[in-house]
């Protein structure tokens, strides 16, 4: 067990461009989740997954904003169109949904994305 | 709204202190609580945790206390270590959904 990991560790990309993270969690974990930090800031959800089933997007996320885990595997997020304010750090976790109301989260390294 | 708080920004303690580090939160449905540790440049790494139908679990020198009725958590760190310095976020849940996180307390451990 490697753990949740996460492609690129950082990305610098012009205004306007689009960007594509990749997130592969525990093996076996049922659900992952994307989240965003900014300085100063707790993690800052976005959208989470059970299995390849998306369940929830948070109302803040932009319709720039996609996330992708087609085979219930590994995740992608993707921003188009990238501004400014989207430099943040990318984090992704995964957890195992066993039944009942607890579900750690663990979370891979991130992905810093600067917007120039 | 912010669901969940930690109205510390930073905490300085001597080594071999006590560290205490205090979450408040206003949702009432929320059934789970967490505490991360994150160091720069690194995702969080989870470090305790606690259901709502207990009032404190321990693991090693790390404590967590839950007051419901207070709507309030904090972690107990004893003895406290320079290795602990760090970034510790407080986050909860409900329905094992999605995590809503506090804005973190930095912790200093001085030698």
């Known amino acids: 067990d490697t753990g949740v990991s996460q492609d690129p560790r950082h990305k610098i990309t012009k205004r306007g461009q689009n960007v594509t993270f990749r997130c592969d969690p525990i093996?076996?974990?049922?659900?992952l989740y994307w989240y965003r930090q900014t300085l100063g800031q707790g993690p800052e959800f976005l959208t989470y997954?059970?299995?390849?089933?998306?369940?929830?997007k948070s109302r803040l996320l932009s319709d720039r904003f996609s996330a992708e885990r087609p085979k219930g595997s590994f995740s992608t997020l993707e921003i188009q169109r990238t501004e400014q304010g989207d430099s943040a750090m990318y984090l992704c976790?995964?957890?195992?949904?066993?039944?009942?109301?607890?579900?750690?989260?663990?979370f891979g390294p991130g992905t810093r994305l600067t917007v120039l | 709204d912010q669901q969940v708080k930690q109205n510390s920004p930073s905490l300085s303690v001597q080594e071999g202190r006590i560290s205490i580090l205090n979450c408040d939160y206003t949702?009432?449905?929320?059934?789970?609580f967490l505490w991360y540790k994150k160091y720069p440049a690194e995702g969080p790494t989870f470090l305790i945790s606690?259901?709502?139908?207990?009032d404190k679990n321990e693991d090693g020198r790390f404590t967590v206390f839950l007051n419901k009725s207070a709507k309030h958590l904090s972690l107990h760190i004893v003895p406290s270590q320079p290795g602990d310095s760090a970034v510790y976020f407080c986050?909860?849940?409900?329905?094992?959904?999605?995590?809503?996180f506090g804005d973190g307390t930095t912790l200093t451990v001085k030698p």
């Open positions: 606690i259901s709502s139908i207990k």
């Open positions: 093996s076996e974990h049922n659900r």
């Open positions: 949702n009432s449905m929320f059934d789970y």
């Open positions: 997954f059970q299995n390849e089933a998306q369940l929830e």
């Open positions: 986050a909860a849940s409900f329905d094992a959904g999605k995590s809503t």
């Open positions: 976790a995964s957890s195992s949904l066993a039944g009942g109301p607890t579900d750690t989260q663990y």
